[in-house]
């Protein structure tokens, strides 16, 4: 079974500081897609950054770019340069299957509260 | 374009009763998924619909049921409401390729009473 897992219940970082956000994964299925999603208090999940299992180079969108360890199943997220604006809940979840399609079941990690202080 | 509209935003419901929540998805997506967040549970998949087929199905109970019409906007509706069903019912939409294709609306608060 897929399963996600995201350590850090809560991170703190200063502005324009850059900052790490864990997320491991476990699936048997060796084609699968990995997402980050930011999630502010108004409830909607907003995409951040994509990486499928069989890219070879690391995903990157502006300030946030994804650390991908395929051998330890690591999927990091990295922000650059954090904006107050960034303070928010930040989802990590795995969809298994065909790389390149965006249907299917998405399963989510704990979450991580990240707040960024002026 | 126009994102993914989901109504209502906020139902307040007394145990027992049913509810029906709708999701319009962006234009030209046919399948719509729908997911459950709970503070307990986090974010949970309920099901999953293309062209008006189920395609898959998380681990709820029978009182969870939707159904995706033609124009691809779905409902899914809650039958013999329990406190427990109290969450954030988000629902996704998504074109057939691109791992960016996921978008979701802004939510349907249900609190149950």
């Known amino acids: 079974a897929q399963k996600i897992t995201q350590t850090q219940p809560g991170m703190f970082v200063q502005e324009k500081e850059a900052v790490t956000l864990d997320c491991t994964y476990d699936t048997s299925d060796p084609s699968y897609g990995l997402f980050w999603y930011k999630q502010p208090s108004s409830g909607e999940m907003i995409f951040l950054i994509y990486?499928?299992?069989?890219?070879?180079q690391n995903a990157t969108e502006g300030r946030y770019s994804l650390n991908f360890q395929k051998a330890r199943k690591s999927a990091n997220l990295v922000i650059s340069a954090s904006q107050l604006g960034d303070s928010a809940m930040y989802f990590c979840a795995m969809r298994e299957g065909p790389g390149g399609t965006s249907y299917g079941k998405l399963t989510f990690g704990q979450g991580t509260i990240l707040t960024v202080h002026p | 374009k126009a994102g993914v509209t989901q109504t209502p935003r906020y139902l307040i419901k007394t145990r027992g009763q049913q509810v029906t929540l709708s999701c319009s998805p962006i234009?030209?997506?046919?399948?719509v998924s729908w997911y459950q967040q709970t503070p307990g549970q986090g974010l949970q998949f309920l099901f999953e619909y293309f062209s008006e087929t189920q395609r898959n199905k998380g681990n709820f109970p029978g009182r969870f049921s939707g159904r995706q019409f033609s124009n691809s906007r779905s409902e899914m509706n809650v039958s013999t409401l329990e406190l427990g069903d109290s969450a954030l019912y988000l629902c996704?939409?998504?074109?057939?390729?691109?791992?960016?294709?996921?978008?979701f609306g802004s939510g349907t608060r249900l609190t149950v009473v």
């Open positions: 996704a939409s998504s074109g057939m390729t691109g791992g960016r294709g996921y978008t």
């Open positions: 234009s030209g997506h046919r399948s």
């Open positions: 990486q499928g299992s069989y890219d070879q």
